[in-house]
DNA sequence: AACGCGGGGTC
DNA sequence: GACCCAGCGTT
């Protein structure tokens, strides 16, 4: 059984291409990175999109383009400018495999974005999804682009009730896509979905009667476009309990330290973290001591506030501490004025404990 | 195939 | 609270 058979048998291609087309000629939305299509500017704009609304990365995008407005600029930046630059927008990783692929296009491209997809989909961070996107919309290439917009749109187009959190789901609107896409405009009829995901065809109350393509749509004709996309329910999240240190030496610099460069918010900078978990009751002194090889004394608590990640939720409670001996010997901390931590990047829970100092 | 990986907005 | 968002890399 095709996918023809099961799903477009009765799909008018070129009556929906048209419908869906003239709509986004004349509705689309002005986005910064639509400007022109240069294919830089497009990888940028689709690797800050990925799980990010369009509010939250345009801020973003501009002050990017800025500081590195070409991908020779963003080769040669230190990796903490960049994560400086990402700081706040979240998946820090998305930074670091961005550079390191503008990096490797620079070395073995001559700085030209690939047009094609085997090179392009062997670079870090460029999956079947911004494959597609660069391609269609940079160089005009009919190649899907399927994201969360486009298995919800078509999923209630074409009445397929497959949990689209499943990766074989995915598979199956990329071939649908492949039949469906305009060949006269690809880059156009991918945006257009993507636009019409986000402005009509909302996951919550969709705008149907404002639909350009109602008629081609199989949830509205049957009245179940709120029961469409089916999405497996997301593993519940698990609480962690921090004491956070802000230790003053006797300059009045506080410590900070780099975290880890693997794993959640890899190679950004905090306040020491001590997980009460690990304490088992003993004083906080001891186990920093055993730790970092420094004698500290704790003050009072400053305040607390809790952090919610996707799969993890940080419950912090911040305390001020003093350093008794400044003993010379390696441990990670660094001591640096207040003044100074802003040209460090944090992750967001760190920044709003500064407040505190 | 499942899981880790941020942060903000909405209802 | 639960859910969603222009997903990807690792295991």
């Not at 509705?27 to 639509?34: A, E, I, M, T, Y």
């Not at 700085?111 to 090179?119: A, E, Y």
């Not at 497996?232 to 698990?238: L, S």
């Not at 500290?296 to 919610?308: C, E, R, S, T, Y």
Request: hydrophobic share 35%.
């Amino acid at each position: 059984m095709t996918v023809q058979d099961r799903t477009l048998h009765n799909f008018n291609i070129l009556g929906f291409q048209q419908d869906l087309l003239s709509w986004y000629e004349a509705n689309k939305r002005d986005l910064p990175w639509r400007k022109d299509q240069d294919p830089y500017k497009v990888w940028v704009s689709e690797i800050m999109l990925q799980q990010t609304k369009v509010d939250t990365v345009i801020p973003y995008f501009h002050n990017f383009l800025e500081k590195f407005p070409t991908v020779y600029d963003l080769a040669a930046a230190e990796e903490q400018e960049v994560l400086k630059a990402w700081e706040g927008l979240g998946y820090y990783s998305r930074a670091r495999n961005l550079q390191h692929a503008v990096r490797e296009v620079v070395e073995q491209y001559n700085g030209q974005v690939p047009d094609n997809s085997k090179d392009l989909e062997q670079l870090k961070g460029i999956g079947s999804y911004t494959k597609g996107a660069i391609l269609s919309i940079a160089f005009n290439k009919p190649v899907p682009a399927v994201d969360g917009n486009v298995m919800r749109v078509f999923s209630r187009l074409l009445n397929i009730d497959d949990d689209i959190a499943q990766q074989k789901t995915k598979k199956l609107f990329e071939q649908i896509i492949h039949e469906v896409i305009s060949h006269e405009d690809p880059s156009s009829f991918n945006q257009a979905i993507m636009d019409l995901g986000a402005t009509v065809c909302t996951p919550k109350s969709p705008s149907c009667l404002f639909c350009p393509v109602q008629e081609h749509c199989q949830a509205f004709a049957l009245g179940i476009e709120d029961k469409l996309p089916v999405k497996a329910k997301a593993k519940k999240n698990k609480t962690i309990s921090y004491h956070v240190l802000q230790i003053r030496n006797e300059n009045g610099e506080v410590a900070i330290e780099k975290r880890s460069k693997d794993g959640l918010l890899a190679n950004l900078w905090q306040f020491p973290m001590i997980p009460v978990k690990e304490l088992n009751g003993s004083p906080v002194e001891e186990w920093f001591y055993n730790q970092y090889g420094l004698r500290i004394k704790m003050g009072k608590k400053q305040g607390q506030l809790k952090h919610v990640f996707s799969h993890i939720t940080w419950e912090l409670e911040v305390h001020p501490a003093q350093l008794i001996v400044e003993d010379g010997t390696n441990h990670s901390l660094c001591f640096v004025p207040v003044e100074e931590l802003s040209s460090y990047p944090f992750p967001v829970s760190h920044q709003k404990m500064m407040q505190y100092l």
